[in-house]
């Protein structure tokens, strides 16, 4: 690895949340491509999202087709998983600086919430289909 005073790099935010949600599927269907590859690099975290997308899956579904205390446990694995994302989501927001002022500041949470379900969607969607998101 060899850095000079020659290198540079720019970063252009996306300018929609559409667009960050794009952007999030891709990462997660390149990680699980890269894993796929026998490529190094990533670690645990990076299939964090994968794993928290398969287990409201899984809550939605036993929430949704089975009764009794089943169903109770299906139903605080959904909220849970929901409720603390977006509790931490705040918690961060709050604790960073930020340029956003007011109510939009706290638009942010629940678009980490749909940031962490997208790349965690496109991880699972590597499994499904080898096509990029994206891509026709």
């Given at each position: 690895l060899r850095i000079?005073?020659?290198?540079?790099?720019?970063?252009?935010?996306?300018?929609?949340?559409?667009?960050?949600?794009?952007?999030?599927?891709?990462?997660?269907?390149?990680?699980a491509k890269t894993t796929a590859l026998g490529l190094s690099g990533l670690r645990a975290r990076h299939f964090v999202p994968a794993a928290y997308v398969l287990g409201l899956g899984a809550s939605t579904v036993v929430s949704a087709f089975c009764r009794g205390s089943l169903r109770r446990v299906g139903l605080v694995g959904l909220l849970g998983g929901i409720g603390a994302n977006l509790v931490l989501g705040t918690k961060a927001t709050l604790a960073t600086p930020t340029q956003t002022k007011g109510a939009t500041r706290f638009?942010?949470?629940?678009?980490?919430?749909?940031f962490h379900v997208s790349y965690g969607l496109g991880t699972i969607s590597y499994l499904f289909t080898k096509t990029e998101p994206g891509t026709p």
């Open positions: 000079t005073d020659a290198t540079s790099a720019s970063y252009f935010p996306v300018s929609t949340t559409k667009k960050l949600l794009c952007y999030g599927k891709r990462n997660g269907w390149w990680n638009l942010i949470p629940p678009i980490i919430f749909a």
